[in-house]
C-alpha cells in the first residue's frame, strides 16, 4: 500500500508560480512511476505530467509544455511539480498518482492517490 500526500497549493496571479509537493510512503518510492494529474469543476480528471523511475523520463501534457517541470527525490520519496507562467485555465484540484506498474497518462493506469491541492490562479 502507497499513501501520497500533496501539498503547496493556493491562490496566485497569473503569471505567477506555485510549487507542489507529494510525499510518498508504504512502499519502494524509486520503484514507482509517479503522475500529476487535475480536476477543473465540472470536468473530467486529466493527465498533467508523468515521471520515471530514475527521472530521466518525462512526460508532459501539451498544455503545460515548457512551464510545468516534474522532478522526483528517491531519497526523501518526493515527487515535485514546479509550475510557472500559470494561467486562470490551469486552475484545478491537483492530484499525486503512483503505480509500480507503467509510464502512463490514463488514470486507470493508477493504483494510488493523493487526496489533492487546489490550484486557483487568478486573472
Known amino acids: 500500500q502507497v499513501q501520497l500526500v500533496e501539498s503547496g497549493g493556493g491562490l496566485v496571479q497569473a503569471g505567477g508560480s506555485l510549487r507542489l509537493s507529494c510525499i510518498a510512503s508504504g512502499s519502494t518510492f524509486s520503484r514507482l512511476f509517479m503522475a500529476w494529474f487535475r480536476q477543473a469543476p465540472g470536468r473530467e480528471r486529466e493527465f498533467v505530467t508523468a515521471?520515471?523511475?530514475?527521472?530521466?523520463?518525462?512526460d508532459y501534457a501539451n498544455s503545460v509544455k515548457g512551464r510545468f517541470t516534474i522532478s522526483r527525490d528517491n531519497a526523501k520519496n518526493t515527487v515535485t511539480l514546479q509550475m510557472n507562467s500559470l494561467k486562470p485555465e490551469d486552475t484545478a484540484v491537483y492530484y499525486c498518482a503512483a503505480n509500480p506498474i507503467s509510464y502512463a497518462r490514463a488514470t486507470g493506469e493508477y493504483n494510488y492517490w493523493g487526496q489533492g491541492t487546489q490550484v486557483t490562479v487568478s486573472s
Open positions: 515521471i520515471g523511475w530514475s527521472g530521466i523520463l518525462r
